[in-house]
């Protein structure tokens, strides 16, 4: 999975030139005209916005209880009374899978704007500063990223779950772990585009005219960078939202009673065989969500890259 | 290029010190108590205990504990697992099996994903095209765990095309299925990479004199454009066989072969530390080695890059 989100940020590293200097067309306004003409972008933008409600909300889609139980049941197929079935211990899985979304929604949002931030500041700081900070901070970006994202996940889990309790303390640890392991890619993105901004006569104008570091960053330096690392963002979301439910999967991510899609997935695995629904209902939901943002993702980055028009 | 490798080399040191270490601190912070279960039905004599905590340095400090470890490790001591097996005979085994699935990994991705980027990327806003674009996000976005489950019950078990599961000494027949799943999710990607780099290719100025040469269109695109547009595909491939490795935990649980991935899953669950240290460790080593051949190949495939 990180290479996945590095082959982005590789093909993103070029940025956004700014292109010409027309007061009128700007990068972003040609990049938001070229993004409404897109049908992908707004099919992605609908699923989005379906799953942010059903996570705040889920009462607006189901009166049903996800955690009442009818043992007598069991595995029964979609009909009227439960849409999507229900599962090995007779939940309603229509309702557990409007639940579920907002373990997942919330892991992947609280992950992606976690690495983004982490990410960039630390990759700014080694962009602008160079000399031994820039050496120090690759360094340790580098030890990050030679541990692949899903192994070091599994161990740091193993090791903090008994540690903590409470549906947003185990949310928060799996977001904590998933930013500690998924920055890396984030830092080089924002580290290469600062390189490459930096020596713009621009810049180099605003430093002669006695600007202060961090206002060269605010005004100059990140407009130009925050493209690529909102796009590559946007990807990672969906990789994080797979991540957690992998976890689930795995039995050390969140845990029942906890509603999600990972952990509906991992009690499907002894119903497969005999009742698919079971399993392709939370799946199939899970794979919409991962779709939604890396379609939005895709098409604002070709939306940006002038090569792609 | 020799001097070059050098400086990577040496460059490698402290990152695989700080992962190894990184890990090593990870996995003996990891609850229970090691000897747990090891005596039969009973707790561990106080006598045993101090004798494998010494064996093992527990009572040392960490630092000084990971560098002793190291040390040994260095001289192919790794340790023993709890069942008194060698930690390193065992990883050579595991090793060769999960070895083989990358392979098969990667060649299945290497065949599918450029076949399908260059039939994409010949005529971009065609019917193959929008094919390959759709087919691509949907197997990106399906987790790897329902694509495995997919595909042992409907091509193993319905259908019987291939094996459900994997036996004891993994042939290659057997891990044809698991290594498809495994490479599904990088397929998709490959496929992508490709597509976008023909199409750029193709019209790009080279291409266009080519064409204006005389040359026949086969030669344009099998030639000229084919072999630029490989080089950024093959360091993927390269970056992407670590992580294929480092993947194939859940892989290796669906289809029940004996690799890497689910000997470091039980060693977690047996409190088993030596094998868990002992199996990322190498796996670690192994990404880091594969990131350097591709780069020291990318200089080799294009020489407009010079690493000197």
């Not at chain 2, 023909?198 to 026949?216: H, P």
């Amino acid at each position: 999975m990180t290479s996945n989100v590095s082959e982005t940020a590789h093909a993103l590293e070029a940025g956004p030139e700014g292109g010409d200097t027309d007061a009128v067309r700007t990068l972003k306004g040609d990049a938001w005209r070229e993004l409404r003409r897109r049908p992908l972008f707004w099919l992605s933008a609908v699923i989005i916005a379906v799953l942010v409600v059903m996570a705040v909300f889920p009462g607006l889609f189901t009166n049903t209880d996800p955690r009442e139980a009818f043992l007598g049941r069991t595995r029964e197929s979609p009909n009227s009374d439960a849409w999507f079935g229900r599962d090995v211990q007779g939940y309603d899985l229509y309702a557990r899978v409007i639940y579920g979304a907002r373990a997942s929604i919330l892991v992947g949002v609280l992950a992606s704007v976690g690495t983004a931030l982490v990410g960039s500041l630390l990759g700014l700081v080694a962009g602008y500063t160079g000399g031994w900070i820039d050496a120090l901070l690759s360094r340790i970006a580098e030890v990050f990223f030679a541990i692949p994202l899903l192994l070091g996940a599994i161990i740091a889990l193993t090791v903090m779950r008994e540690r903590v309790s409470g549906y947003f303390m185990i949310v928060g640890m799996v977001v904590a772990i998933l930013v500690v392991f998924g920055w890396p890619s984030i830092f080089r993105l924002m580290r290469a585009s600062v390189l490459q901004v930096k020596p713009n006569d621009y810049v180099q104008a605003a430093r002669a005219l006695g600007a202060s570091p961090l206002r060269i960053t605010m005004n100059h330096i990140l407009p130009n960078a925050l493209g690529p690392v909102i796009v590559v963002s946007t990807i990672n979301l969906g990789v994080f939202i797979a991540v957690e439910a992998a976890l689930s999967f795995l039995g050390i991510g969140l845990q029942p009673p906890t509603v999600s899609w990972g952990v509906m997935i991992s009690d499907a695995r002894t119903a497969i065989r005999s009742s698919p629904h079971v399993l392709l209902f939370p799946a199939g939901m899970l794979s919409v969500a991962v779709l939604g943002f890396i379609m939005l993702g895709d098409s604002v980055r070709d939306a940006f890259d002038p090569k792609s028009r | 290029m020799g001097k070059y490798t050098i400086r990577r080399l040496l460059q490698m040191i402290p990152v695989i010190i700080g992962a190894t270490f990184l890990l090593y601190a990870m996995v003996f912070a990891m609850p229970g108590d090691p000897t747990a279960g090891m005596c039969g039905q009973r707790d561990c004599s106080p006598v045993f205990k101090a004798a494998f905590n010494e064996r093992y340095n527990l009572n040392d400090p960490l630092p000084v504990q990971y560098a002793k470890y190291l040390a040994g490790a260095v001289q192919g001591d790794l340790g023993e697992t709890r069942s008194g097996v060698q930690v390193i005979d065992e990883l050579g085994e595991r090793y060769g099996t999960t070895l083989k699935l990358g392979v098969i990994a990667l060649v299945f991705e290497a065949l599918i994903g450029i076949g399908a980027g260059v039939l994409a990327g010949l005529r971009k806003g065609g019917f193959m095209d929008s094919l390959v674009l759709v087919s691509t996000l949907v197997v990106i976005s399906v987790p790897i765990f329902v694509i495995g489950y997919v595909a042992q019950i409907y091509l193993g078990v319905r259908l019987g095309w291939f094996p459900v599961t994997v036996s004891f000494d993994a042939g290659w027949g057997e891990l044809i299925l698991p290594g498809m799943v495994l490479a599904s999710t990088s397929v998709a990607y490959l496929a992508r990479l490709m597509r976008s780099n023909m199409a750029e290719n193709l019209r790009s100025d080279y291409v266009r004199t080519a064409r204006a040469k005389g040359l026949s269109s086969g030669r344009v695109v099998g030639v000229h454009t084919l072999r630029n547009s490989m080089i950024p595909v093959v360091t993927f491939l390269g970056y992407d066989f670590g992580a294929l490795l480092g993947g194939a935990i859940i892989t290796e649980g669906i289809f029940n072969i004996r690799g890497v991935g689910g000997y470091i899953f039980d060693g977690i669950h047996e409190q088993d530390n030596m094998a868990v240290v002992g199996a990322v460790t190498v796996l670690v080593v192994i990404y880091l080695l594969a990131n350097l051949v591709v780069d020291l190949l990318y200089g080799v495939l294009d020489p407009r890059i010079s690493h000197d």
